[in-house]
């Protein structure tokens, strides 16, 4: 069998790495084969960008050629696919070669848009890059004091991140001693701090104890970078002398042109991860690629893509697959420097975050050094 993984992130990484050693044998004898295409060399440890933020992380600690993270027989390649032919089972990728498979595994992630909304990326600061989390901390390190907006767009990676940000900014005003001379307010586009309801529940009191002032159901229009203000669809309008943003994403580009999914969200089955429609029989879909009504995190690719590669490896072996992704999630929060909770959930329970603490804090804490193993499908 010929399995082509379309994205070096961390479904695509995980999936190839557990499905390698559950199919070593085939692979060894010629039955079966991995190819991974990405669009860089390199693969990056994305929650990580909210420490360089805060100056607490630097950029290269959180990168690594994603070449060292594979299993030994996994054939990498550096080269984008441009055009989708799922009919004919073959994709082309922008060198021109031409890939054929019997499966096809697509985790292409998603990117922040804030050129979506009109004067958001001209006049916000964000950390969903490397450059733009360096520009956050450089900014902040500036801020002397006045009113930092958080704002933010739907839908969007990491659910935590809105509140993460806003904990974490308010412990490095408070240890710069601005803190008196700093107004925190939080702006959220449904009728409550977080869409989570129980996170809500949690983070609202949170707020309410460290003086963050909030208002909900603000849908971003526009910024107005001449007068400092964010205007809302609602038609509210909050001035801001920081303005932080969590911007609207979409799924890649490369979904889209081909069609495979309205704003490059590609639809797919809740249980068995495979493409609904026409060809999904061969194609699985995971991370933020897919359309499922869960969280866009690193641990729902990761859940995903053990659940696919357990599969895989059954069809190969037995000719069918063994298990059904249950919408498993589990989300670290930061509650501020030295605590942190968590939310995990699924398709039916909900999660239930408990108050922060410095332990849970050390282990997210570990767990940033610990990802590598868990890209290399060790944990």
């Not at 990405?38 to 690594?64: C, N």
């Not at 490397?130 to 390190?141: H, I, P, R, Y």
């Not at 974490?168 to 700093?182: C, P, Q, S, V």
Request: glycine residues 8%.
């Amino acid at each position: 069998m010929r399995i082509l993984v379309v994205g070096g992130g961390m479904g695509g990484t995980i999936f190839a790495n557990h499905l390698a050693r559950r199919i070593h044998h085939e692979m060894k004898t010629g039955k079966a084969r991995i190819t991974m295409l990405s669009a860089s060399h390199e693969h990056v440890y994305q929650p990580g960008w909210l420490y360089v933020a805060m100056g607490r992380a630097t950029p290269d600690e959180l990168v690594r050629e994603q070449q060292s993270l594979l299993e030994p027989g996994i054939e990498f390649h550096v080269d984008p696919v441009e055009e989708f032919h799922l009919a004919e089972n073959h994709v082309k990728c922008k060198s021109g070669k031409v890939h054929e498979y019997d499966l096809i595994v697509i985790s292409t992630g998603s990117r922040a848009l804030p050129e979506k909304i009109p004067g958001l990326k001209e006049n916000s600061i964000n950390c969903y890059t490397a450059e733009n989390a360096v520009e956050f901390f450089k900014q902040l390190s500036d801020f002397k004091g006045g009113r930092i907006v958080v704002t933010v767009g739907l839908p969007h990676k990491c659910p935590m991140i809105p509140l993460e940000i806003t904990f974490a900014m308010h412990d490095f005003i408070k240890d710069r001693g601005l803190l008196d001379k700093t107004e925190f307010y939080y702006t959220y586009p449904i009728g409550r701090v977080h869409s989570l309801e129980n996170v809500a529940k949690w983070a609202a009191p949170e707020f309410d104890r460290m003086g963050i002032k909030y208002e909900t159901l603000f849908n971003m229009k526009e910024v107005d970078g001449k007068n400092a203000q964010v205007l809302s669809e609602e038609g509210g309008a909050v001035k801001y002398d920081l303005l932080v943003a969590v911007p609207p994403h979409k799924g890649q580009e490369v979904i889209e042109k081909n069609g495979l999914g309205e704003n490059g969200w590609i639809p797919t089955n809740r249980s068995s991860l495979h493409m609904e429609g026409e060809h999904g029989k061969n194609v699985l879909v995971l991370g933020d690629t897919t359309n499922l009504p869960i969280s866009k995190a690193g641990s729902t690719a990761h859940f995903e893509a053990e659940v696919a590669a357990e599969n895989v490896a059954a069809v190969i072996k037995m000719g069918r697959p063994v298990r059904s992704y249950d919408g498993k999630v589990f989300c670290f929060i930061e509650a501020g420097k030295d605590r942190a909770t968590y939310a995990m959930f699924d398709y039916k329970t909900p999660p239930q975050p408990k108050a922060p603490t410095g332990a849970v804090h050390a282990f997210k804490m570990s767990y940033n050094k610990l990802y590598w193993a868990t890209a290399r499908g060790l944990l």
